[in-house]
Nanobody
């Protein structure tokens, strides 16, 4: 059993910053790629950023230069530093991780999401 829990969402004015965290817990052998997704009202869920176990990162064009993804492998935790936030960043942000549990194949896990609202 693996749980992902996001934190750090909230209401911020345009131009402001927020830092999201995602903590993984449970019977974890190892965690492969970790990613942040977001879903705005009426839109499909989209990939925001991914970080590999070695720290390699990839970003959606819409957030490049403004968001920074990172992880602490020792703590099974991922972060998303969001700067220069825009109203169009308003969405529910979801944590995703590919987790290997002892004795099983790797599986995809999702957190319940955290709301980020950016006011103009």
């Amino acid at each position: 059993q693996v749980q992902l829990v996001e934190s750090g969402g909230g209401l911020v004015q345009a131009g402001g910053s927020l830092r999201l965290s995602c903590a993984a817990s449970g019977s974890i052998f190892s965690i492969n790629d970790m990613s942040w997704y977001r879903q705005a009202p009426g839109k499909q869920r989209e990939l925001v950023a991914t970080v590999t176990p070695g720290g390699r990162t990839n970003y959606a064009d819409s957030v490049k230069g403004r968001f920074t993804i990172s992880r602490d492998n020792a703590k099974n935790t991922m972060y998303l530093q969001m700067n220069s936030l825009k109203p169009e960043d308003t969405a529910v942000f979801y944590c995703n991780a590919v987790v290997l549990i002892p004795g099983t194949l790797a599986r995809n896990y999702w957190g319940p999401g955290t709301q980020v609202t950016v006011s103009s």
